[in-house]
């Protein structure tokens, strides 16, 4: 049995794929870019600093707060943990508006 190098991400896109159904779901770890910061001192996690971009028809007719407020609910348990998510930047998007993007 192996076990993942990136057991947070992995719950983070479960979630997110199980009550938001995106049609793109991108995660990015910036983890690494913040490891010297003074908050991150004496944590053990390597998955502390995410980016995600989503699209998903369940934002249709939100606004960009109603949606942000959306996806940290499904994941306040890996926000509120010991050694969990200490900062979630994200792009919400309808696929209306992902097409008029290009």
């Keep these: 049995m192996s076990s993942s190098a990136t057991p947070l991400e992995d719950i983070i896109r479960e979630k997110l794929t199980t009550s938001l159904t995106p049609s793109t779901l991108l995660i ?7 490891a010297h910061h003074a ?3 004496g944590s053990t996690s390597r998955e502390t600093h995410f980016h995600v971009t989503i699209t998903s028809p369940a934002f249709q007719s939100k606004m960009q707060a109603a949606r942000h407020r959306m996806v940290y609910a499904l994941l ?3 926000m509120s943990q010991e050694g ?3 900062a979630l930047q994200l792009k919400t998007r309808t696929p209306e508006e992902e097409q008029k993007q290009g």
């Design 28 to 34: 990015r770890n910036d983890s690494h870019l913040h």
């Design 84 to 86: 969990g998510v200490h």
């Design 39 to 41: 908050a991150m001192q």
């Design 76 to 78: 306040k348990d890996e």
